[in-house]
């Protein structure tokens, strides 16, 4: 009998679209060219993104990763902030040391602070729904002044909230949300307060939407075990797994690699689906269906609900040749 005679059959569901989005692309693209045009070493403020395998690379490399700007010396190397964006209290000081840095904030992130920027400066009180301490919470708030925005981090906060009074509202999000969950605080806020203002849709990135829409669709096709690849840290990665389980899924379960899951876990599935978080590279995905692999006779097929082509260019600094610079 063969090896594969002897495995089960399963059905493995592969979402599409999974994994790097255009913002995550560019963040890591900007560390490593950072590194290839200045050497190593190249400060990182915060993980450049939610992932270790990602971080551990960049660091063998040369990256050097830290939660604060206290903790880097005025030594002219540069510093990337993160993806997910940070207060504007962050970029003063940065200009006060005269830091060289190098600004991976994802570009929908950005607009979202410019966003919250124009609401301000109209005179509105904001309502920020999205998850107390997250790093792109703490950036979003930190673009305007304390007490001019407000968190709200579910239906039963949007029930109780109560925003200065006298002041016109709107609203904006995190951009790595559930659509669901924010469609239902968006309608309880709209609902005890008319007039709120907000996104003509919301916040929500179009990769954090499309991985979710494709999670929902394997587990229409009939995937009773969804496994999410993304760090237990990862906004959009956890999203996934709750929307896996509340489309349906008899059980979600996030890894951080291939040796992390027990394949066991797919025991009597009928089929099992596999995605990864915007912060996971492909690599981890292979990992896991090798692991898989070990177990059962797999039949590999994909469910796409969407292409991605976009793509987001490198700040100006690293853009240019490097020849081009010494020329200017
Ligand atoms: C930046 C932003 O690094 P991630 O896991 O971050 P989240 O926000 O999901 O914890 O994923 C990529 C990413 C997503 N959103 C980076 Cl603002
Ligand atoms: Fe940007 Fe969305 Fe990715 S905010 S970093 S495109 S998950």
Redesign the pocket.
């Known amino acids: 009998m063969t090896l594969d005679a002897a495995r089960p059959k399963l059905s493995l569901l592969l979402a599409a679209p999974r994994g790097f989005?255009a913002?995550?692309d560019r963040?890591v693209r900007i560390v490593e060219e950072a590194l290839s045009r200045h050497g190593a070493p190249v400060y990182v403020r915060h993980?450049?993104?939610?992932?270790r395998h990602v971080v551990d690379d960049l660091r063998a490399r040369g990256a050097v990763f830290v939660e604060e700007l206290n903790e880097i010396p005025d030594d002219g190397r540069p510093v990337v902030f993160?993806?997910?964006?940070v207060a504007k209290g962050v970029v003063s000081e940065a200009m006060r040391r005269r830091l060289f840095t190098l600004d991976a904030?994802?570009p929908?992130?950005t607009k979202v602070h410019r966003e919250a920027e124009r609401h301000h400066a109209r005179g509105r009180h904001i309502l920020l729904i999205g998850h107390a301490g997250?790093?792109?919470v703490v950036?979003t708030m930190g673009q305007l002044p304390d007490g001019a925005v407000t968190l709200v981090e579910s239906v039963e906060q949007a029930a109780s909230v109560t925003p200065p009074a006298g002041l016109p509202l709107a609203w904006t999000s995190?951009?790595?949300l559930s659509v669901d969950d924010t469609a239902e605080i968006v309608a309880a806020l709209a609902a005890r307060f008319p007039g709120l203002a907000g996104p003509a849709k919301d916040d929500i990135?179009y990769?954090?939407s499309n991985r979710q829409a494709a999670v929902k669709a394997v587990v229409g096709r009939g995937a009773d075990l969804v496994i999410v690849v993304?760090?237990p840290?990862?906004?959009?990665?956890?999203?996934l797994a709750e929307v896996a389980e509340r489309a349906g899924a008899r059980r979600a379960v996030l890894v951080q690699r291939g040796a992390d899951l027990d394949p066991a876990v797919a025991d009597g599935c009928a089929a099992v689906g596999l995605t990864a978080?915007?912060?996971?590279p492909e690599s981890l995905v292979q990992e896991v269906i090798a692991r898989l692999a070990t177990r059962f006779d797999l039949a590999v097929e994909e469910v796409r609900v969407a292409e991605e082509r976009i793509e987001f260019r490198l700040p100006p600094a690293l853009s240019r040749s490097p020849g081009a610079m010494a020329a200017e």
């Open positions: 989005c913002g995550v963040a993980e450049i993104v939610h992932n993160s993806a997910h964006g904030t994802c929908l992130v997250h790093p792109e950036g995190q951009t790595t990135c990769a954090t993304g760090a840290y990862s906004s959009n990665s956890v999203r978080g915007a912060s996971a």
